[in-house]
């Protein structure tokens, strides 16, 4: 499994880590073993949801809560042993998360996490509400390996340790496949998720769900391991707060993350706290605090991430290596059909010959359409047909309403009124991933890369919508990168693209998905000479293998050679719509948005 | 001594640490093909480190004996912490000028400190520590709040190390353990004697209180304080509970708690707050409404209403006449302690915290002497058999233990702020003054 052969250096780490367990005889150094391990395995667990979606939680206390007062009460009330507490527990988290992620996700960014910070705090009074302000787990003299209490503390350390293990390898599991994806391409731009065909709430509360479960799992053992469970101890703001420190302070978005962090701050901590603590009391948390401030200032996205770009610019071979092995383990885009296709981009068309006059059945038909923003009315009465393999062009001057007709078109948005028919079928109402699986694909103006993946991790994205298996999905990604002629920079991280790299991926991104009709919003915007003639180069020939196009655009020199049709838009509704040479000549249109300049060149 | 000890064992770690971060580094240069391997081995190798610190060679100085205090020294709780450590160090410095521990050819005690922290996990690493790195402790005392001690004697009582504790959760001694001895009356019963206790000050007042109204945060203590009281002793005493409110600190406005009490007219009020803010919100409402400085008198629960920082935020007259039942307080026949704790550490009175802390190493040091030997398992043995007589500081019964590990006959100190301080009015042989009790 793929899972499993990038775990190998994990492996190395966990095996060592093992044999210092078994020498190390100190109960007390044996005791921080087994707190690193735990920690590290809560950061995980915050990690699969905030690490990867960018949703940070400040409540993660809550399930952490929930699973260690699940063994505690278990073993109390019902005598249970925690060898089946813990699982149980995982279960109640995900039953937690469930509930929490549903009232939740309605909100975003800050408001969520303040809500999720609303969560431990209610959890710890009615648990104090309840009478359960001081638990401990009773203490079994006869059978204490059955109620995994063992004498022999290097033994809670291999468990924790089979707990980190475990926590990786979902972690992992879920990083290499569409869930992780489509995690991180909803942290990166959740609209760019939602029109590359993903159901964002749906992966989210999965997300939730399964962070919830091992939270709940870490907080289970937790509580065998510290025996007196309160409910500041398991609910309290500290609680939630080592989650997020462990893992901002290792590297967010990463299993190697929370790992890092927590074998050093834990530790470190402590030491502090043990040599400084009756010294000075409260010195140890002035300096443990700055030490955080200063690495969170020198390496803002965690210990990781800065120890990985120093390690690929000083040995770049690493760079190419490393991703190769990790993003693209199917190297198979060759052996698809668009391989070939890519070999003979781009190539600029010398002639320009419009697409067939003749198209009786439009692909797309919009009637009436329109959109008000309060008293602003953005979109009026819009309609117009797109025969199918045509390009339309969409021109007006800025604030016409020519993205807000995007947004309406791919679900973004809800029209007031009027129908968006493809092939008959009205898509009004539908969620963007809806749309988008219905076959209409988009790109935005201001670009949205998913800037820490590879080119062809980011086309991956967008390819699964219609990829039943991840290895089809990778088939069609790498199809689609071909196609825009990007083949030779598929391994490159997104962040280094140019302008006009940047344009082509998100084009192969929209493309990758299957799109019946793909709308192009200012793809030209920001491009040199050259490469915007390169990229109607690209668009041309997508039409000509059949594709229908809307395309939105300023730059009207590159427009009127790629386009078969016209819709000039004016304070949202539909000025005139024709030919690009009737459009070109129409006196309104020249004299209004064009100005004497462009009609000129539209005459030559 | 204590100081350079810790010095010496900060000064290792860093040279231990250091020269693995040096061999981490050669490796660095060597192995060039996966950093996260790398990043594996610097992780490893850190705690490798620690493991490696050697814990300090173990001296068998039969001319001192380690005694150990785990109380919260940084923290939230650091205050009381302190005052504990004064406690303690007053003993020690007191038995060692004595002659120290006669059976043991005049060893000295030597007092181990270590700090609980304030949460339940850093007082759980700290009781590691303690056992860990002090193989020669011989018993040991703390560690302030019930949670605390809880896991802190999951860990002394697998190592068999006696602690003596102040704490009053009744959970603490009802775990079947072995090596856990609790000097204070536990909450459960300290809630079963105060009321008859107040009943009888205020009887020697010439007054019977008929009416009673309770108002309680919702924290456990509490609540655990006030539960029989409602289920039995009020109706045993045949008094009438007027009024019961809960609150959830912390209280923004205590206008509507006072509203009732003063619409219900008790003889006394049971005001049970956790939080200061709580105490000052409610007993300055009290005196506005006409009801403060004892013309209803106030009685609490707990140490926290009879510090000395409560004087930083209120005012003495707002106090005057509030009592509080605590487990121990310095008392009559302590006045050369707390003439010492004045003098030496600027406390105005001697708290439980203090006084309590001080008595634990007297205790320790008698059941050396019945142990004869500085050994921790023959020491608990000791405080499992020993019979002290009655108690010299804390409050009422024996320096006995019952098979639970409670002070047999444990009683509790009723104090009443009079002047500006808290002074013990009850029991009557421990009694600073006379209690004034109010008849409106």
Redesign the interface.
Known sequence: MRALRSLA??F??AA??AA?AL??T????Q???T??LVWASFGLSWNVLSGYTGLVSFGHAAFFGIGAYTTALGQIHLDLSPWLLIPAAAAFGALAGLLIGFPTFRLRGVYFALAMLAYPLALL?VF??L?Y????L??KRETPAAYMQF?DQRINTLLALFLLTTMVFVTRMVEQSRFGMALLAIKQNEAAAQAAGIDTIKWKLRAITLSGAMASAVGAFYAVV???V?P??VF?M?VSAQALTVTLFGGVGTV?GP??GA??LI?TA??L???????V??I??VIYGLAIVILILAAPEGA?WK??DL?WRR?PK?LADGVASSNLPGREECGVPGGQRARSHPHLPTSHSHAPAAAPVPLLSVGGLSKSFGGLRAVRDVSFDVPAGTILGIIGPNGAGKTTIFNLLNGFLLPDGGQVLLDGRNLVGRRPHEVCAAGVGRTFQVMRPFARMSVADNVLIGAYIHAPTDDEARALAADAVGRVGLAHSAGRLASELTTRELRLMELARALAGQPRILLLDETLAGLGHGEADEMVGVVRSLAQDGLTIIIIEHTMKAMVRLVDRFVVLDRGAVLMEGSPEAVTRDPRVVEAYLGKKWAAYAQS | M??VE??N??AG?PAVMGAVVRDVGRRKMMS?R????L???V??L???G??L?C?PARAQNPSEVKVGLLVP???LY?RPG?VMRMGAEMAIDRINAQGGVKKLGGAKLKLV???S?D????A???A??M???EPDLVAASGSYL??FT??AT?VT???GLPMLTLSY?D?ITS???KYIFQTSATSGSQAEQALPVIVKIANAAAFSPKKVAIITD????S?SSVKPMKEHLLKELGIELVLDETF?PPLADATPLVQKVRAARPDMLFFLPTVISDAKLVLEKMNEFGMGQGRVPVISFGIAIAEPDMLRTMAPELLQGVMSAVGSWGSKGHEDLMAELKKRYNEPWMTQNAISTYADMWVIKDALEIAGKADREAVAQALRTMDGGPSKFYPGGRIKFDDKGRRVDAGLTIIQWQSGVPVTVFPPDLAMAQAIWSKK
């Open positions: 250096p994990f190395v780490f060592g880590y210092i020498i190390v100190n109960s007390y150094y005791s921080m073993l707190l690193v009074y104090e509400w009478g302000q001081e638990v401990t009773p203490m004498a510290l025996l007196v309160t500041v101890s309290g500290l190697w790992v890092i074998a050093i530790p402590e030491t706290h043990a040599e400084l603590g009756h010294l009391p409260g140890q948390n990781f120890a990985r390690a040995w690493l | 204590l100081r810790a010095a064992a900060a770690d060039k996966s950093l996260v391997r990043l594996g081995a992780a490893l850190a705690t490798a620690l493991g610190v814990p020294l940084s923290g650091a302190a400190l270590l700090d922290g949460t339940t996990e850093k759980k690493n700290a590691e520590r056992v860990a790195q019930s949670s809880l896991a999951e009582e697998r190592a959760s959970l775990r079947g353990f919702n924290t456990a203590a609540i959830t």
